[in-house]
């Protein structure tokens, strides 16, 4: 879903009450839910079931940890959520989201190739909403 979605994920290594601590972050701030929503896909991880994948993304860390990974599950950094707050969770996520697209280039390039291959563009404008 995260490639489909052009997303990265992010795993929260905890108990389900661990998790939902790190998940209740958003609540009350519709900005960081909507900066979750639509960078992230979210999966919650018990390091008993999955101690090989836990290893490999924590760093070592130990308690709730998030971890956030390329769509093709490659590591990119950890955290531990231990302390964390609301300004520290969306700091972490703005960090770690995918580079923003830059349309002028997408569109650039876009035309571009069509001129070579003598073929037309297709546009289509959307929202992650």
Do not use: C, M
Request: aromatic letters at 4%.
């Amino acid at each position: 879903a995260a490639a489909k979605k052009d997303k990265r994920l992010l795993v929260l290594w905890g108990s389900e009450e661990e998790q939902a601590g790190v998940r209740g972050l958003t609540k009350g701030d519709r900005a960081l839910a909507t900066l979750l929503r639509n960078e992230f896909e979210v999966v919650g991880l018990s390091r008993a079931d999955h101690a090989d994948l836990s290893e490999a993304t924590t760093d070592g860390q130990a308690g709730v940890v998030l971890a956030a990974l390329h769509a093709d599950g490659t590591p990119i950094a950890a955290r531990s959520a231990e302390g964390l707050d609301a300004a520290g969770l969306r700091e972490f996520l703005e960090a770690h989201r995918i580079p923003q697209k830059d349309a002028e280039v997408l569109w650039s390039d876009a035309k571009a190739r069509a001129e070579r291959e003598k073929k037309r563009v297709l546009v289509h404008l959307g929202a992650p909403w």
